[in-house]
């Protein structure tokens, strides 16, 4: 529950929550509306941004600047390519910004495959999570639940009811009794400006956090997408993401456009059959190093 005290509604949102008790359900909130109760701001993100895209695949390409400050300070950028489908496997290519390919990543039900091919080795993990942690890519989420979120759709990392909700300066922040995302900050148009969470791995968990700091210009009635995204991590680790393309597609890809096909004398290395962390150190990661 809410835990603000009352407050003065202005007459767009008044009407909005007056049309919803009348009709007895959720009133369609128009894009852009500034709202001043958390409740409907709420209901704008729902309705806005935890939609299912109207498509069957994406494929975005973005820039990424990494940096990370231990055991040595270190930051690169490289460039990403994700495309897959909605409801199948999902594809990453990083790339140097000299255009060298450092990783192929393939995602699906079977789980995480990466292959470095100047290192010409390849690693899977049954968990997709998982497995990028232990290569090194601490990443809190899937590629799928990545690429809804590039879309506009949070459904996956945003629990459907809140525990508490109060106003943070200009937004509204929200709580969360469990699961992978533990806070989310609202904006007063209902967009979400920053999630909070821990990282499934029971063993080492740590705390994230996505922060969605611009949104792109879209004319008066539409929904904008994200257009910069920073992930960070509390062992300082932080990936920023700029938006350079993002394509959503009606129809699937073709099979062959998402397989993954390693060498045919490269057998993948198993990350979840008897690996210890102790070898991270020597595990090559999908980064372009800057002097």
């Known amino acids: 529950m809410s835990r603000l005290g009352s407050t003065l509604v202005p007459a767009a949102t008044l009407a909005v929550l007056m049309l919803a ?57 490289t460039l990403i390519s994700l495309w ?65 979120a590039l879309m506009g759709d949070f459904a996956a990392l945003a629990p459907r009811r809140y525990a508490t909700a109060e106003a943070e300066g200009e937004n509204y922040a929200y709580t969360f009794s469990g699961g992978l995302t533990r806070r989310i900050v609202l904006d007063r148009l209902g967009r979400p400006v920053r999630l909070e969470g821990l990282t499934t791995d029971a063993q080492d968990a740590r705390q994230w956090v996505f922060t969605i700091d611009r949104y792109e210009d879209v004319p008066a009635g539409q929904v904008p997408l994200p257009d910069k995204l920073t992930l960070s991590m509390d062992n300082g680790e932080r990936g920023v993401l700029h938006i350079k393309s993002r394509e959503l597609m009606l129809a ?22 008897g690996y210890t ?15």
Not at 258 to 264: H, S, V, W
Request: aromatic share 8%; charged share 25%; hydrophobic share 35%.
């Open 21 to 77: 008790a009348l009709s007895g359900c959720a009133t369609r909130i128009p894009p852009g509306l500034a709202l001043d109760t958390p409740k409907a701001a709420w209901s704008a993100f729902r309705q806005h941004y935890c939609v299912r895209p109207e498509g069957k695949a994406l494929r975005v390409r973005a820039s990424l600047y990494y940096s990370r400050t231990r055991p040595t300070r270190r930051t690169n950028r």
């Open 84 to 148: 897959g489908d909605f409801d199948g496997p999902m594809r990453l290519d990083v790339s140097a910004s000299i255009g060298t390919l450092l990783a192929h990543i393939r995602e699906d039900r079977s789980g995480l495959l990466v292959f470095y091919p100047e290192d010409r080795k390849a690693y899977a993990h049954k968990n997709s999570v998982l497995g990028a942690t232990r290569l090194g890519m601490p990443f809190p989420f899937s590629l799928a639940e990545l690429g809804h």
């Open 252 to 273: 699937s890809w073709p099979a062959r456009s998402l397989a993954l096909e390693l060498p045919e004398d490269i057998v993948p290395i198993r990350l979840d059959n």
């Open 277 to 291: 962390d102790e070898t991270t150190g020597d595990i090559p990661v999908a980064h372009e190093d800057k002097q």
